[in-house]
């Protein structure tokens, strides 16, 4: 099989999993890791997981994850995890495009966060869950994914956790230095455990790019110059514990998703309008990007990794929303067309995310995943040869 393909992380759920997760989903007088309130889950969930492990190295797959099967969602599970933080039931979910690009279609509702006391990343499970893979995979190389600590801060900032009079954090700063402080003290523990891989997951940068109708930051009475110091400080924070990881020895790679929720996305804007900043700036070791479609625009946002001569970029090209084998015509047109402009032994092939960022999945079958990821594999030996 082919290093060159690569799989973003998450897959699609057994049903018995899936079965302990919709209780979690509905449940807010649960504690995380729930193990404790649910009879029979952290069983259910360690065979499952011994399963796709096995599933993944049968297909081979060359960087394992355990399915994402750890999560109940990419980024809050590890926020959950986070000393100082309690999650609560909202009033209602994130919202997402519906199918004809015109009504909202609303997630699960599980998705609110109390800061309660000072973050830390201290003894996160999440470490108990990168053991327990580590120790499944016969010696294959893994990583672990959690989101960026940008994400976490907008996430965060954005809600009524800060400022009021009972509030940890005083200001966005103030919160700022607690989360670096957590996500340092989760790095830390990561390597000691043996960690070599840490890959920060990423939804915000196209909210930065004006030719996104569904950002907030589009539009007329917008002040740009807040817009850039906000995407400065995203950056900013990023930056920082990435050269963390690297002091640890630890490689640094990151996903920007464009929203995959039940085969739904959360909207558009180009790479080119954003290149400067995220792909330019942010100092990681590999990229995941998003090219299944015409939202990401043109290839030549890639030109601004010429400079960054030892940076690798993952092109998303194949989908893991759909339930059909992609096009492979187009893709092999895209690797050549990129190829141009970067060198090909700097690029690799995946589908544009993963296959079930939230429990629910996307909208295919396990036996249509496979067949997808079998795809990518046989265009990756084409293309590569190796």
């Not at 899936?18 to 069983?43: H, M």
């Not at 599970?77 to 199918?99: M, P, Q, T």
């Not at 470490?127 to 893994?142: P, S």
């Not at 997951?201 to 110059?225: H, K, M, R, V």
């Amino acid at each position: 099989m082919s290093v060159k393909f690569q799989t973003v992380g998450s897959l699609l759920r057994p049903a018995d999993l899936l079965r302990y997760k919709r209780e979690i989903e509905s449940r807010d007088d649960i504690a995380y890791p729930f193990y404790s309130d649910l009879t029979g889950y952290e069983q259910c969930e360690a065979k499952a997981t011994r399963a796709v492990v096995a599933k993944e190295i049968e297909h081979g797959l060359s960087v394992i994850t355990d399915g994402e099967y750890s999560k109940s969602m990419w980024h809050l599970d590890f926020v959950w995890g986070l000393g100082g933080i309690s999650r609560y039931i909202a009033e209602h979910g994130y919202f997402f495009r519906d199918k004809d690009e015109t009504r909202k279609y609303e997630t699960r509702r599980d998705i609110g966060l109390r800061i309660t006391g000072e973050l830390s990343g201290k003894n996160h499970h999440l470490i108990y869950v990168f053991k327990r893979l580590k120790a499944i995979t016969g010696g294959k190389e893994t990583k672990l994914c959690v989101p960026s600590p940008s994400h976490i801060f907008g996430e965060l900032s954005w809600s009524d956790n800060i400022g009021g009079k009972d509030s940890v954090y005083a200001n966005p700063q103030e919160l700022k230095a607690g989360l670096v402080r957590a996500y340092k003290d989760f790095a830390e523990e990561y390597a000691s455990a043996g960690g070599k891989i840490l890959q920060f997951d990423d939804c915000l940068w196209e909210i930065f790019a004006d030719d996104n109708p569904n950002s907030p930051y589009t539009g007329e009475g917008i002040d740009q110059a807040i817009v850039q110091a906000l995407a400065t400080e995203f950056i900013d924070i990023n930056n920082t514990l990435i050269d963390f990881g690297h002091s640890l020895g630890l490689k640094m790679w990151t996903h920007n998703c464009r929203g995959n929720y039940d085969s739904r996305n959360m909207g558009g804007g180009s790479y080119v309008k954003i290149a400067n900043l995220f792909l330019k700036q942010l100092k990681y070791d590999r990229f995941f990007l998003e090219w299944d479609d015409e939202r990401a625009g043109s290839l030549e946002a890639l030109a601004v990794f010429k400079d960054k001569p030892n940076t690798e970029i993952v092109l998303g090209l194949l989908s893991s929303k759909t339930n059909t084998l992609d096009g492979e015509d187009r893709i092999i047109r895209m690797l050549d067309e990129a190829a141009k402009i970067i060198p090909k032994e700097r690029i690799l092939l995946s589908h544009q995310c993963g296959f079930a960022s939230c429990d629910g999945g996307n909208e295919l079958t396990e036996a249509e995943q496979w067949a997808k990821i079998d795809q990518g594999q046989k265009i990756a030996l084409q293309y590569w040869g190796e």
